[in-house]
């Protein structure tokens, strides 16, 4: 038998909720952005595809890059997840918030951006053919934006994994 958790007051009992909410925001606002540029790319792609049925495979690729970005939400939730106990420091909960908050608003920024580019640049490439690499360049600096925020959660998560009670 173990002995009972005694709440501190820098390992107080509401800690874990704070990590709970860290992976929450971590996918929901990953998967918001994630959908949000799918379906904005998604759009332009169906609009591109009546007159130019030809280009659609080129013209799936914002929706591949909008679909990344919930992969990322993905990882640092699991992570989080990892890292939750019945009795943790509220550092390490708050820390777990913020890499959750961090991944979580970057992927949404980024998949708003995917979603207006991949949506106006599918079609613009549809009746200029070389505005297409001047979208895959811009697409890139839109995703890139969801990578700063998955770098700056994993760093985030590796602190709070450090934090004991």
């Given at each position: ?83 939750f ?14 890499a ?14 995917v ?27 839109a ?23």
């Amino acid at each position: 038998m173990s002995a009972p958790l005694v709440p501190t007051e820098y390992c107080p009992v509401y800690s874990p909720f704070f990590g709970v909410m860290g992976a929450t925001t971590a996918i929901v606002f990953c998967c918001f952005g994630a959908a949000y540029g799918t379906a904005k790319s998604g759009v332009g792609l169906t609009s591109m595809g009546v007159l130019r049925p030809d280009l659609i495979m080129k013209g799936v690729v914002p929706i591949i890059m909008a679909g990344i970005i919930g992969i990322y939400g993905l990882v640092v939730s699991v992570l989080i997840g990892n890292g939750f106990s019945q009795q943790m420091s509220l550092y390490a909960g708050f820390i777990q918030l913020g890499a959750g908050l961090s991944v979580g608003l970057a992927g949404m920024a980024a998949g708003f951006a995917v979603g207006i580019v991949g949506d106006a640049g599918v079609r613009a490439s549809a009746q200029q053919p070389r505005l297409f690499t001047g979208m895959i360049l811009v697409l890139i600096f839109a995703e890139v934006l969801a990578l700063y925020g998955l770098i700056v959660a994993l760093i985030l998560n590796t602190k709070a994994s450090d934090a004991k009670c």
